[in-house]
Nanobody
Framework: QVQLVESGGGLVQAGDSLRLSCAASGRTFTTGGMGWFRQAPGKEREFVAAIRWSGGSTYYADSVKGRFTISRDNAKNTVYLQIASLQPEDTAVYYC??????????????????WGQGIQVTVSS
């Protein structure tokens, strides 16, 4: 049973930085990749960033380029999302997701096999 557990969220102030973690258990991922999505109140869940397990290629939504950094630790089966200069519009539930096979269309929710439960990030102005 694969489980993804997010951590590192919370209430922060505008301008702060934050690092979210997503630890995978139940399977060691060597192919495929991981993605981060977020869902703000009343909005659709949107793609934020993704990373391949093999090679480490990264992909970002245009809206977060330059402030968000995705990284991975293969030995720990963990993916991170570093967020700099948080803004109130970053307030959302952040989800990590995993795909265990060919990693294409990483921006689409539909390609991911596993999802975490989500973690709240609230940015106060």
């Amino acid at each position: 049973q694969v489980q993804l557990v997010e951590s590192g969220g919370g209430l922060v102030q505008a301008g702060d930085s934050l690092r979210l973690s997503c630890a995978a258990s139940g399977r060691t991922f060597t192919t495929g990749g991981m993605g981060w999505f977020r869902q703000a109140p009343g909005k659709e869940r949107e793609f934020v960033a993704a990373i391949r397990w093999s090679g480490g290629s990264t992909y970002y939504a245009d809206s977060v380029k330059g402030r968000f950094t995705i990284s991975r630790d293969n030995a720990k089966n963990t993916v991170y999302l570093q967020i700099a200069s948080l803004q109130p519009e970053d307030t959302a539930v952040y989800y990590c997701a995993a795909r265990s096979s060919l990693f294409v269309n990483w921006y689409s929710r539909n390609v991911y096999d596993y999802w975490g439960q989500g973690i709240q990030v609230t940015v106060s102005s």
